[in-house]
């Protein structure tokens, strides 16, 4: 089967530029996941969708994160501006309706870098 | 909120030797535990996990055991190979009101010397 797919792989702005990131979850997963992994640590997750719908985004810092899923398939991170702090791996992953001993399949995810 | 602690960050094994990584949590509604393996560059994938019924599970190499008491759980990787160098992730879910919760452990770094 297909896997979850990211782009772009790799990203270099400078602060307060935008930047945004586009994933593609397995065909028929209800519920995508995006995490922010800073380098040395554990993926965060940052927001959940459950078909088009937020199901949890409580880790999201609002004022300059966005994401959205329209027509409950492809989904969309953006930042808007970027601050250095930013500079992580975000991974995108999805898994078939969200339940809690449900694998997460994650895409390679797109490394970014605030210069 | 649910918080995942995970020890050591680094861990150094001769091959052959055995590999344990432990981790605790916090909230006790926690109810599954999986493990997600992540090698250098590449995407974390699961290898293991166990729910909250069941004290241990074993897949080939490794294994994985649960204290719901005292809220921790561990993985255990024995006759290491090189091939399992990576950054080994434990994480912890919880069916909360706003739907399910994975949260992860800050990582161990295994390297397996050959």
């Known amino acids: 089967e297909a896997g979850v797919a990211q782009s772009p792989r790799y990203k270099i702005i400078e602060k307060r530029q935008s930047v945004a990131f586009w994933c593609n979850p397995i065909s028929g997963h209800a519920t995508l996941y995006w995490y922010q992994q800073i380098l040395g640590q554990g993926p965060k997750l940052l927001i959940q969708f459950q078909n088009n719908g937020v199901v949890d985004d409580s880790q999201l810092p609002k004022d300059r994160f966005s994401a959205e899923r329209l027509k409950g398939v492809d989904s969309t991170l953006k930042i808007q501006p970027a601050k250095l702090e930013d500079s992580a791996v975000y991974l995108c992953a999805s898994s078939p309706r969200g339940r809690v001993n449900e694998k997460l399949f994650f895409g390679s995810g797109t490394q970014l870098s605030v210069l | 909120g649910e918080n995942v602690e995970q020890h050591p960050s680094t861990l150094s094994v001769q091959e052959g030797d055995s590999a344990v990584i432990k981790c605790t949590y916090s909230?006790?509604?926690?109810?599954?535990f999986p493990w997600y393996k992540q090698e250098l560059g590449k995407r974390p994938q699961l290898i293991i996990d166990i729910r909250s019924n069941v004290g241990e599970k074993k897949d080939q190499r490794i294994a994985v055991t649960l204290n719901k008491t005292a809220k921790h759980f561990s993985l255990h990787i024995t006759e290491t190979q090189p091939e399992d160098s990576a950054v080994y992730f434990c994480a912890a879910s919880i069916k909360g009101a706003a739907g399910n919760k994975l949260t992860f452990g800050g990582g161990t770094r295994v390297l397996v010397k050959p």
């Open positions: 909230d006790s509604a926690s109810n599954y």
